[in-house]
């Protein structure tokens, strides 16, 4: 278990991986990356027993779905900085040719992911999948997603939230990013999601709140979340973030959603995070 | 010429009810996942004999193509069953995307595809299925013709890597192959030889190609009749080596005529040996309500339409 100190100079060091590397193709989604950073560090970091010699199946490991794709950048460098391949393949993020695709995918085999995503709403029903198939083959792994607060938009999500609770899926724990923000503006005026965490307790789902920029919360949450797994529901730990979280310039608006930096912003930007544990 | 006969009539559906049994019985990681017509898909006896390997998933067609690609995430494989309209069209960038594009091996088993369906109309008889499968990278599509073969090929796709889309129907039709048969992926079936024509058949049309074929044994025209129950990944040296032979095509199909069978052959043909070829397909146009003989009589897809066909791809060959 790493402590939290060095948990944050970890989420530090990724951030730089993040801004760097969406500034490297000049595409790419900075927002919602920099926002779910402390969240993916404490899980792959802290949470997860998970094993970087990657293996398709993952038995008897805990297994991460990443739903809503385009926040790719956190998760490659999480994925690369646990050791799944080198932190240097980084710098190929969305070029031709490379394994790290725009939005995370199996085709082109990079250890860690298990699936593709990028079209919205359909990582809670794989999640649910490999938890089923987890209760099948005896493994007591967990399972665990993350899903962005816009894409509770697709119906497809409500479908899964239905089968979880009917069916007392107790080992998969699933996260909603909730930043407020998606393309065309704040959640509110796109497409209101009105009370998410009385939805999901309608739903039957064990419901739980995180600060997701706090991580001495986020490791409390999901330690508390694996307590509360086997005892028939599904667990959902809605996750307030702050989008562009830890880049001032970046924060509080969706319009870093889907924009790189140019290089005067760049600089801006990793002269607010500090270089932990070497650059790529 | 070899003589067809039958002496008894069942639905391909049940095929697949069976050979899902059967593929259960031999490999405990086969799964099966239903939303909300295990009747209509035959899952029955699957479900009885296996409750803990049945998924019923509601009507969440989505939600079941996700859960059956992260089943296969731990080894299992997974079998999902609803209608053929409502196994691709209705999700089809779920099958792209958490199917397809990240290669999950899991089996669509649709029934009661083409006009066949009947009463219910144009909403529940996809045409275009085929065409949607086919066009995705690394889906093998199988449309088999008769009770046995449905079953053979349920069986064999267990047995198969990757993601398959197995589409049945729903009505009676006669059981005319081999209850013992091996059924091989991609390999196409020659039904019976000649040198006039070649009339390549998938599914239901396949037994009114044999009928067509005798009829036209009576008229002095005789047929190479060749059942391609794999369209993709399509038998092109079964499909060349015929065509050398007879130098004109047939092509029949419960399907529209954009992006089936049809059209697979005419692009194999096009590319290596043109060859004139005749469409027995629906003419790009949605069903309606009907009995399934009157509605295959009203969209030309009879043992007539055939012989019709093929007398004007002869004419076209002498030109």
């Known amino acids: 278990m790493a402590e939290l100190k060095q948990l944050q100079q970890m989420a530090s060091q990724v951030r730089r991986d993040i801004v760097r590397m969406v500034h490297g193709c000049q595409s790419g989604h900075p927002g919602g990356s920099l926002g779910c950073t402390d969240f993916l560090v404490a899980l792959y970091f802290h949470t997860l027993k998970h094993n ?21 950048p956190v998760w490659y460098s999480v994925l690369a900085r646990s050791g799944y391949f080198d932190i240097n393949e980084l710098a190929t993020f969305r070029k031709l040719n490379s ?30 999948g490999a938890a089923l198939t987890k209760k099948l083959n005896q493994d007591d792994g967990l399972v665990f997603s993350l899903h962005g607060d816009g894409e509770l938009q697709e119906g497809q999500i409500w479908e899964a939230a239905l089968y979880a609770s009917h069916n007392k899926v107790d080992n998969l724990i ?90 005067e912003q760049l600089a801006t930007a990793l002269a607010q995070l500090e270089e932990t544990l070497g650059d790529y | ?62 939600n079941m193509m996700g859960i059956a690609a992260g089943m296969t995430i731990g080894g299992k494989i997974p079998f999902t069953g609803t209608f053929a309209n409502f196994s691709t069209g209705r999700v089809y960038d779920q099958i792209r995307q ?22 219910d ?47 049945f129907g729903r009505p009676v039709v006669p059981i005319f192959t081999d209850p013992n048969q091996k059924f091989e992926i991609g390999k196409a079936w020659i039904i019976n030889e000649g040198a006039d024509v070649s009339i390549f058949a998938t599914g239901h049309l396949v037994w009114k190609a044999i009928q067509a ?46 992006g089936g069978l049809g059209d697979s052959i005419a692009q194999l043909l096009a590319r290596t040996n043109p060859t004139p070829q ?34 004007r791809v002869i004419a076209r060959k002498n030109k």
């Open chain 2, 121 to 167: 109309g144009a909403t529940h008889q996809i045409l275009e299925d085929i065409g949607l499968m086919k066009m995705l990278p690394g889906m093998t599509v199988i449309n088999p013709c008769d009770y046995n073969q449905t079953k053979a090929a349920t069986i064999a796709i267990a047995e198969h890597a990757g993601p398959v889309y197995l589409r």
């Open chain 2, 213 to 258: 074929g005798e009829k036209l044994a009576d008229m002095g025209i005789y047929a190479d009749i060749i059942n391609i129950h794999t369209i993709k990944p399509l038998d092109e040296q079964a499909v060349l080596q015929s065509v050398r032979k007879t130098g004109c095509i047939i092509t029949a199909e419960e399907h529209n005529r954009i």
């Open chain 1, 99 to 128: 394994r790290l695709q725009g939005h995370p995918t199996t085709h082109e085999h990079l250890p860690g992911v298990r699936i593709a995503s990028g079209s919205l709403g359909q990582g809670m029903s794989v999640a649910i």
């Open chain 1, 52 to 72: 970087p010699k990657f293996d398709m199946d993952g038995k008897h490991e805990d297994l991460f779905f990443l739903s809503n794709g385009h926040i790719s």
């Open chain 2, 278 to 311: 005749e469409y027995v397909a629906v003419n790009d146009t949605f069903g309606e309500s009907g009995t399934p003989d009157q509605l295959m009589k009203k969209y030309s897809l009879e043992t007539d339409d055939i012989i019709a066909a093929v007398q």
């Open chain 2, 98 to 119: 958490s199917i397809a594009y990240s290669n999950k091996n899991v089996k669509i088993c649709a029934s009661h595809a083409g006009l066949t369906l009947g009463e």
């Open chain 1, 174 to 263: 699933s996260t909603i990013d909730v930043n407020g923000q998606q393309i065309d503006g704040t959640t509110e005026q796109v497409l209101s999601l009105g009370n998410l965490h009385a939805k999901w307790e309608a739903f039957g789902w064990d419901v739980l709140a995180m600060n997701g920029n706090d991580m001495a919360d986020v490791v409390r949450v999901l330690e508390l979340a694996r307590s509360k797994t086997s005892k028939g529901k599904p667990i959902m730990i809605l996750m307030e973030t702050i989008m562009g979280n830890g880049v001032d310039f970046m924060m509080h608006t969706h319009k870093w959603h889907g924009t790189p930096p140019n290089d």
């Open chain 2, 1 to 62: 010429m070899k003589k067809y006969t039958y002496t008894d009539k069942k639905d391909t559906r049940s095929g697949f009810g069976a050979g899902l049994l059967e593929a259960a019985q031999r490999n405990e990681q086969v799964v099966g996942l239903c939303a909300d017509l295990i009747g209509s898909l035959k899952m029955d006896a699957f479900k009885k004999e296996f409750p803990q390997r049945f998924f019923q998933v509601g009507i969440a067609e989505a």
